[in-house]
């Protein structure tokens, strides 16, 4: 792969600066640190914006309001959020997964319908797969949806729904036909968090926070022209959409890996151990180097994932590598930080003396979840055991 860049890719990292130069918010360092609850009507917004001059999602066709970035343009793009320490984009899920599962398998009425508002992150999208008795095992799933004419009628029980509480629309796996073979017998419906039925329960975290939920279902009515792709095809649409989630949050998360380690090299010259600056400890400096070079890694694994999107239209089961890979990185990148920093590092926000706002202390217990979300690491070494080296089923 040639990694210096083409005039067409300059052209797109110019264009890029300067619209940044133009439109970046000067005020997020005021917001980073608050309650996603409180941030999010400001991260809503500057996905808007972004959305307004196509560069909200710059890998999706141009015909959907992307760019039709290639591979590189979307690695610059991710580059260049993270040189200037953008924020975030509000729908995270609607424009990494759920956005592009929809124009894979979308009729052109729910594309219409949909894609635009996930775009400007005027509708928020939040994904309804796990249940209290399937995680792993999501083909076990018993949330199920019965036709009366015209509707499904769902019953039963998601949890861990992330952004459930914000949620305008979910996208839903149900069992429809209770008798086919697990995998056989599931549908994926589009439904609207408005719904008569649906109720949305906060679960708190040991951060504190309440990101994610359980939602109950009961005869909730959902128009049968919300099915997205074939009636008993679930599987197939939600396994895609792990797919993209598995694939594609690496980019998105280089931003806030460059970030730490920049912030972590930082700070060791601050924080002293054995009467010396951190970063002279040499076990320390290793450590700050491994990880500095594993973020590179990270970024190159990207790309591979990338490229096998460019190159096939669709994510490969290689995404379960980059997956396994930034969320153990992530963990050990803010193990690291609590070495440096030492008790301060498990002061919260708010509290006296805390290091940056206590990002230390919230990112060291978040990055548990890293490698249970999206597929646990077990789950993902199956993927890769079996999928792409070609080994036996475990199981
Ligand atoms: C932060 C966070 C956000 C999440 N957001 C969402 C969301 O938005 N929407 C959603 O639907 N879900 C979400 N989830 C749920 C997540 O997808 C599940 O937690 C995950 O799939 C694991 O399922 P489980 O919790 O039921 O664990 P289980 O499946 O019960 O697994 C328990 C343990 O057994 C191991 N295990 C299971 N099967 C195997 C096997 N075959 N081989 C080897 N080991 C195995 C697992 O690795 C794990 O260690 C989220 C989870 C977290 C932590």
Redesign the pocket.
């Known amino acids: 792969m040639d990694l210096n860049l083409t005039p067409q890719e300059t052209k797109f990292r110019d264009e890029l600066r300067a619209w940044l130069a133009t439109n970046l918010p000067k005020d997020w360092d005021a917001w980073r640190e608050k309650p996603l609850e409180e941030s999010f009507p400001y991260l809503r917004a500057w996905q808007k914006k972004l959305s307004q001059d196509g560069w909200a999602a710059v890998s999706w066709p141009k015909e959907y309001g992307g760019r039709s970035a290639t591979l590189m343009e979307s690695a610059i793009f991710w580059e260049e959020m993270a040189r200037v320490e953008a924020p975030p984009m509000a729908n995270s899920?609607g424009l990494g997964l759920i956005g592009p599962t929809i124009i894979a398998y979308g009729t052109e009425e729910q594309k219409k319908r949909f894609i635009p508002k996930i775009l400007s992150a005027e509708e928020i999208w939040?994904?309804?797969?796990?249940e209290p008795n399937a995680?792993?095992?999501l083909a076990s799933l018993q949330t199920e949806a019965r036709l009366d004419g015209d509707h499904y009628i769902v019953n039963g029980q998601?949890v861990?729904?992330?952004?459930g509480w914000v949620g305008n629309w979910c996208e839903l796996v149900v069992r429809t036909d209770p008798v086919a073979p697990k995998h056989k017998g599931l549908t994926v419906l589009l439904v609207d968090m408005k719904s008569p039925g649906v109720e949305v329960r906060p679960l708190r975290q040991m951060t504190g926070e309440s990101e994610?939920n359980e939602i109950f279902f009961r005869d909730v009515r959902v128009p049968a022209g919300n099915v997205l792709g074939k009636v008993n095809d679930g599987w197939n649409v939600a396994v895609s959409t792990l797919m993209y989630e598995r694939g594609s949050y690496g980019a998105r998360l280089h931003l806030i890996f460059t970030r730490n380690i920049t912030r972590l090299i930082e700070l060791s010259r601050k924080f002293l151990r054995n009467g010396k600056p951190a970063s002279e400890d040499p076990v320390i400096r290793q450590k700050l180097a491994q990880c500095y070079a594993e973020i590179e890694i990270m970024r190159l694994n990207q790309m591979r994932a990338f490229s096998r999107i460019t190159a096939t239209g669709v994510p490969g089961p290689e995404g379960s590598i980059q997956k396994i890979f930034w969320s153990e990185l992530n963990q050990r990148v803010q193990q690291l930080a609590q070495e440096i920093l030492g008790p301060y590092g498990q002061l919260v926000a708010g509290a006296g003396h805390a290091v940056d706002k206590g990002i230390w202390s919230y990112g060291y217990l978040r990055t548990r979840?890293n490698t249970?979300?999206?597929?646990?690491?077990?789950?993902q070494r199956?993927i890769i055991g079996h999928f792409v080296l070609g080994l036996p089923r475990?199981?």
């Open positions: 899920l939040c994904q309804g797969f796990s995680g792993s095992d998601k861990w729904t992330s952004y994610f979840g249970i979300e999206a597929g646990t690491s077990e789950v199956n475990s199981y």
